[in-house]
């Protein structure tokens, strides 16, 4: 079993979609005779779509996240289930937050190699198993948590009698 959060990619077909019509309008009205012109305004106007299309493109490097049979992946690292502490991950599922002074003595690491949170992502605050705290954002706190979950609580088998 794997679980892949899935990004959204609105944002980024909404401004390549407006940046493509709003050349093309511009083509219209100038090509072929000031091509020139019309090839640095598209360039000009490359450079404020650039800016638009970071944040998604950040939060696909940093925060994808990708659990299978052994291993939790988030953005840049990966982190072995055998590391996480079961127990926290079901305090997680249950709405539990670290008390204060685990809170700020550990101070939670945030995982994937990204600088901050991003807006319109959930926060999850998971330990290992020597005790360390970490961050992990997600877009689907309930799905990620019942994904990373299932490995670490495998079911019981019913006993027969």
């Not at 800016?51 to 990966?78: N, Q, W």
Request: proline share 8%.
């Amino acid at each position: 079993m794997t679980y892949t959060e899935k990004s959204s990619k609105t944002w980024s077909a909404v401004c390549i979609g407006v940046y493509l019509a709003g050349i093309g309008y511009m083509g219209v009205e100038t090509l072929p005779d000031d091509f020139g012109v019309w090839l640095g305004v598209s360039g000009l106007f490359l450079l404020l779509l650039l800016p638009c299309l970071a944040v998604p493109i950040s939060k696909r490097i940093y925060h994808r996240i990708e659990i299978d049979a052994t291993t939790l992946r988030v953005g840049r690292e990966r982190l072995p289930l055998t590391d996480i502490d079961p127990a926290s991950v079901r305090a997680a599922a249950q709405g539990q937050l670290p008390t204060a002074p685990q809170h700020t003595a550990a101070n939670p690491r945030l995982v994937g190699g990204a600088w901050g949170v991003p807006m319109g992502m959930d926060t999850v605050i998971i330990a290992t198993r020597r005790g360390e705290f970490l961050t992990v954002a997600t877009r689907d706190r309930a799905a990620f948590l019942q994904a990373l979950s299932a490995p670490l609580h495998p079911a019981v088998p019913p006993q027969q009698y």
